[in-house]
């Protein structure tokens, strides 16, 4: 992975929709670039070097557009990295963490002037102008951490909803973000303070069905994959070969590949399925901490 640091953290990957053997990683020492499928990398120059970089999205309609989240506010390059621009999303400094990070970034494929941003804690923005200015959209909730974005999924397909992972469940909004109504996941005991989650994917060609990461704390020492199939009508936790070791973190799949599901809990346990869910195997290989996931098919 030369010439990314052995010792930084890479919180964000990304796949060009365009070419999937071209990935993005973002680092809390910069933005770094393969184009074989991640057996060798490049480092971008950047305005992002020393920053946390915690999301990073490209352009499906220009390619050459990217997005970066970062702890705060994001950056973007219309000419494939060369270039870069601050872009001030007008979150609030301080926070109840601090400074906020932007943990997602979608670029709406109805219309790629429409951008989706989610904060760690500070809620749901949005672009309509291709993220040269911004509207912080209405509370999910009246606790401050439940807009404490952990995940951002868009539904594009009627009926359409933006999902949202936070502290304390999953919050779905159907009217572009106006309003929010919550769903909360049962707790995994009796002590815990709520049922935390974290990162949410829908199915590449199936939007009704819905995964989200869930445990009882974070780092926690136990999790879940949650799972819905009617839309988040209604929902299931999957079973696993081997329980997870702390709350279920992130997932991935691919467009060419969707019923290929890989996801990971925060200390390192990786699962794959390969029917959308209904089996798991885990991986021998474990890795002492995961904050992101990218599927690259052959």
Same mark, same amino acid.
């Given at each position: 992975?030369?010439? %990314? ?17 071209? %990935?993005?990683?973002?680092? +809390? ?5 393969? +184009?074989? !499928? ?21 352009? !499906?309609?220009?390619?050459?557009? %990217? ?12 000419? *494939? ?12 400094? &301080?926070?109840?963490?601090?400074? &906020? $990070? ?5 670029? +709406? ?9 989610? %904060? ?9 102008? *291709?993220?040269?200015?911004? $509207? ?11 807009? +404490? ?5 868009? $539904? ?41 989650? $974290? *990162? ?23 999790? !879940? ?32 590949? &969707? ?16 029917? !959308? *869910? ?21």
């Amino acid at each position: 992975r030369h010439p %990314i640091p052995s010792e930084c953290n890479v919180r964000a990957l990304t796949v060009y929709p365009d070419n999937s053997h071209r %990935i993005l990683a973002g680092s +809390d020492v910069g933005l770094y670039r393969s +184009d074989n !499928a991640g057996e060798t990398w490049e480092k971008l120059e950047s305005p992002m070097d020393g920053i946390q970089v915690w999301s990073v999205t490209v352009d !499906a309609t220009d390619p050459d557009t %990217i997005f970066v989240g970062t702890r705060p506010d994001a950056f973007r390059s219309r000419d *494939g990295g060369r270039t870069w621009k601050a872009l001030s999303l007008g979150v609030t400094i &301080p926070c109840p963490v601090g400074i &906020p $990070r932007t943990t997602n970034m979608i670029v +709406d494929p109805r219309d790629h002037r429409t951008i989706w941003a989610g %904060i760690e804690v500070d809620g749901v923005y949005k672009s309509v102008d *291709g993220g040269d200015t911004w $509207r912080h959209l209405p509370a999910l909730g009246p606790d401050p951490f439940q807009g +404490d974005i952990h995940g951002l999924a868009l $539904r594009v397909s009627p009926p359409s909803a933006i999902y949202a992972t936070t502290p304390f469940g999953i919050a779905t909004s159907t009217d572009e973000g106006e309003s929010w109504k919550y769903h909360h996941f049962p707790k995994f005991h009796e002590s815990d303070n709520r049922s935390y989650c $974290r *990162g949410v994917m829908l199915k590449a060609d199936d939007p009704n069905v819905i995964f989200v990461g869930n445990g009882d704390a974070i780092p926690g020492v136990t999790g !879940a994959i949650q799972r819905s199939t009617d839309g988040g009508q209604s929902w299931e936790a999957l079973q696993l070969p081997v329980e997870p070791n702390s709350v279920m973190y992130w997932f991935a799949t691919h467009p060419s590949r &969707p019923h290929v599901i890989a996801a990971a809990s925060l200390y390192g346990y990786v699962y794959v399925s390969t029917d !959308a *869910g209904e089996t798991w195997r885990k991986l021998r290989k474990e890795f002492g901490e995961i904050r992101t996931l990218a599927l690259m098919p052959h």
